[in-house]
Every structure is written in C-alpha cells, then in structure tokens.
C-alpha cells in the first residue's frame, strides 16, 4: 500500500482555477507506466462514436517519453470488447484487456491470448463457488421475478444476470440482495449501471489490475486508473494506483470513492473528461500550461 496515500487534497477540475485547485502529483518510481481504464462510460459513449481523440493524442505523447501500457478493465466479455474496438477504429489498441471484470487477456496484433494460469484457476474458483451456493439462486430469482419487471438473464460470466428496467429498480434489487448475500461471503453481485453479474469475491477489477501490474514488475505508484460506474469501485483504489481519476459523468459513489483517494474527476464526460484528469494529476513533463487541455465554456 502506497504509504503517501491520503496525503494529498480532493480535486475537482474547476473551470475557473483548474490549475490552482489540482496540483500535480509528481510521478516517483520510474515514472508513470501504466493506465488502467474502464471502457462503456468512461471512455466509450453509448451511442458508439469513436472514442475522443485527445485520449489517444496523450497516450501517444507520454509513450514518446518511455514505455506506456494500457490496459482495458471492463465487464464486456473479450470477444465482444475485441469487436467493439474494431467496430470504433481505435488508432491505438490496449495491451491488456481484463473481460468480465475477471479474466486477464493480452493483445498481440490485435488479437487477444488468454493469460492462461490466472484464467484457468480464476475459472476453477468461479465453478467451485457457484456450485457450492446453490439456494442462493432461486432466492434472487424468485424476487426479481415477483416483485421487479427486471429480466433474468444468461450471462457469460455467472449462472444468473439481472437486467433492471431502471437504476431504482437495480437500487431495490441490491437491497434485496446484500443481506441475502451476507450468507455466503464469498459470493459478490457485481452491479455496472443496470445490470448484474455474480462473481468470488478475490475477483474483481483491482485484483486483476493488480495481478498484471506485477506481471510488468510496475508499482502502485505508476499506475493512472480511470472508472464511472459501480463495477469500477474495487480498481480505485490507492493500493492498486495512486492516480484515480474519472469523467463528469460518473456516478457518485465513484466520484466521492475517487475524491476519498485523493483523485480528479473531469469537468467533461466521458475521454474527454478522463483526460482533462489525467492532465491534472499527470502533467507531460516539461509541458508548458499552453499545451493543457482547457475546459469548454459549455463543459457540464
Ligand atoms: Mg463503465
């Protein structure tokens, strides 16, 4: 765990005096080596145009000063994840891709490999523990089915998926769930926005950002990690980067998990608004403040 964490001040990029209320955090260990981000909301905007530019442009200037990876952390599966870059034109596809919030995947020409022992063992776990908590379902399954108009799905990732009508109905289902859930530990409903997947509990996106961090031999430290929804809570977190940042759309448990860790949130939605963070916390070294991204006047 990073022993600085906590030190430095909650930071909102402001329009009126961004650079006087987020000061830079100096990068320490090397350098900044590593960006972590969420795909469907943080980068990715629901109507599928391609991702902002500027994200792609700042990746490009801080690999000119060293060795940048960039992995995807998201709740797609990677065959769907695979085709949706392909679908929105990156010009720079990821390193690492972690698919369903658990399964580790590297990119090499495009095309993604499994890392095949935490893959094989994330699975072996994922089968013991469903196999081992079977009243669990029909108890969700009979809720959902009697008292909410959510639809019970097949999901790729556990044996039951919840599509909620509203983010109020996903709220009452989650309430209905945590105290059920209390009965076995090991098991955790994984909520993004309206949906749910179950998953083991040493599963999640900070555990696998972790895992391929040390994979690289790159610290804490000189990791930037980027997240909007409630999925994304486990990987914002100092002990797994010490840059958190996320975009103006965010929901407020990430926005108040982020300003806990002394990260930034974007005055813009989504790439955009990722970047303006990660310009704050992570200025290009030498930068000169011309070259810094300046929020619109029309910015939410
Ligand atoms: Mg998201």
């Known amino acids: 765990m990073d022993s600085s964490a906590g030190d430095a001040p909650e930071m909102l990029v402001s329009r009126r005096a961004s650079s006087k209320t987020a000061g830079p955090i100096p990068a320490d260990d090397g350098g900044f080596r590593l960006i972590c981000t969420d795909f469907d909301g943080t980068l990715a905007e629901p109507d ?9 442009k700042r990746l490009r200037a801080w690999r000119k000063l060293g060795r940048v990876y960039w992995v995807i952390n998201t709740g797609r599966t990677q065959e769907n994840l695979t085709a949706e870059l392909a679908r929105r034109q990156v010009p720079i596809w990821p390193d690492w891709a972690v698919a369903i919030e ?29 196999a081992s908590v079977g009243p669990v379902w029909k108890l969700i399954e009979d809720f959902v089915a009697r008292h909410t108009g959510a639809e019970l799905v097949a999901d ?99 926005k108040a998990r982020i300003f806990s860790q002394g ?28 070259l810094k991204n300046q929020p619109r006047s029309d910015a939410v």
């Open 48 to 56: 599928g145009r391609p991702i902002a530019s500027s994200f792609f």
């Open 102 to 130: 658990r399964e580790i995947w590297i990119y090499r020409n495009r095309r993604a490999v499994g890392w095949f022992e935490w893959n094989r063992k994330c699975e072996l776990m994922h089968t013991q523990l469903f």
């Open 156 to 254: 790729a990732g556990s044996p039951l998926g919840i599509i909620a009508q509203s983010e109020d109905e996903a709220d009452e289902i989650s309430a209905y769930m945590e105290p059920v859930l209390a009965n076995w530990p090991m098991l955790v409903a994984v909520r993004n926005s309206i949906y749910f997947r179950f998953s083991h509990k040493f599963y999640h996106k900070g555990a696998c950002l972790e895992a391929i961090s040390q994979n690289l031999g790159i610290t804490p430290n000189q990791v930037l990690v980027a997240g909007d929804h409630l999925n994304d809570l486990p990987m914002l977190d100092r002990r797994y980067a010490r840059y958190i940042v996320g975009p103006a759309n965010s929901v407020d448990e990430v």
């Open 263 to 290: 990260g930034c949130i974007g005055t813009r939605n989504y790439a955009e608004g990722v970047v303006e963070a990660w310009e704050q916390l992570l200025p290009m070294p030498g930068a000169s403040t011309e």
